[in-house]
T-cell receptor, first 113, second 110 residues
Framework: NAGVTQTPKFQVLKTGQSMTLQCAQDMNHEYMSWYRQDPGMGLRLIHYSVGAGITDQGEVPNGYNVSRSTTEDFPLRLLSAAPSQTSVYFC????????????FGPGTRLTVT | SQQGEEDPQALSIQEGENATMNCSYKTSINNLQWYRQNSGRGLVHLILIRSNEREKHSGRLRVTLDTSKKSSSLLITASRAADTASYFCATPSYTNKLIFGTGTLLAVQP
């Protein structure tokens, strides 16, 4: 199993540009989530999904959209990038909705200029 | 904020020493997990302690949980240089979202 994969690894955007961060898992996990990690602030939940077709907001959802058309994929869209969205983004998946062990992807480092 | 607070923020020890880090929340904690993050990598799950457990061991890891104090501690015994990493606690919120702590950066000097 590849586990959780994320692309791209690095990305530089100009303010106002849009882009999609890709996340895929091959473990047939129901629960998937997106976090952003900023220095000194740990991980903050952006959006999550408890199964295909179901998504919900986390702590910091503004400026981001998600969709979950399949169990495997959970892309994160930045609608109009802002410098405040400069961060490292992690996708994670979990076997069930009881929030047990989370499997994390390697991360995407995004810089918005 | 529901975010967990961890202390210390940073810890530097010598190889062979024990490392203790603490995690506390303002809201009730349930099924608390600990994760490790090596520099530039994703988080890796270390251990989960359920709310009806007070202590749990896994290899050189010892985790305690005090639900009345809404706190947990992670002890790494006989530390090695390879233990150098950031350590995070996490617990589900009342809305079933996983809330992470701010992290402890551990440096183990060879």
């Amino acid at each position: 199993n590849a586990g959780v994969t994320q692309t791209p690894k690095f990305q530089v955007l100009k303010t106002g540009q849009s882009m999609t961060l890709q996340c895929a898992q091959d473990m047939n996990h129901e629960y998937m989530s997106w976090y952003r990690q900023d220095p000194g602030m740990g991980l903050r939940l952006i959006h999550y999904s408890v199964g295909a077709g179901i998504t919900d907001q986390g702590e910091v959802p503004n400026g981001y959209n998600v969709s979950r058309s399949t169990t495997e994929d959970f892309p994160l869209r930045l609608l109009s990038a802002a410098p405040s969205q400069t961060s490292v983004y992690f996708c994670a998946s979990s076997r069930d909705r009881e929030l047990g062990e989370q499997y994390f992807g390697p991360g995407t480092r995004l810089t918005v200029t | 904020s529901q975010q967990g607070e961890e202390d210390p923020q940073a810890l530097s020890i010598q190889e062979g020493e024990n490392a203790t880090m603490n995690c506390s929340y303002k809201t009730s904690i349930n099924n608390l997990q600990w994760y490790r993050q090596n520099s530039g990598r994703g988080l890796v799950h270390l251990i989960l302690i359920r709310s009806n457990e007070r202590e749990k061991h896994s290899g050189r890891l010892r985790v305690t949980l005090d639900t009345s104090k809404k706190s947990s501690s992670l002890l790494i015994t006989a530390s090695r240089a390879a233990d150098t990493a950031s350590y995070f606690c996490a617990t589900p919120s009342y809305t079933n979202k996983l809330i992470f702590g701010t992290g402890t950066l551990l440096a183990v000097q060879p």
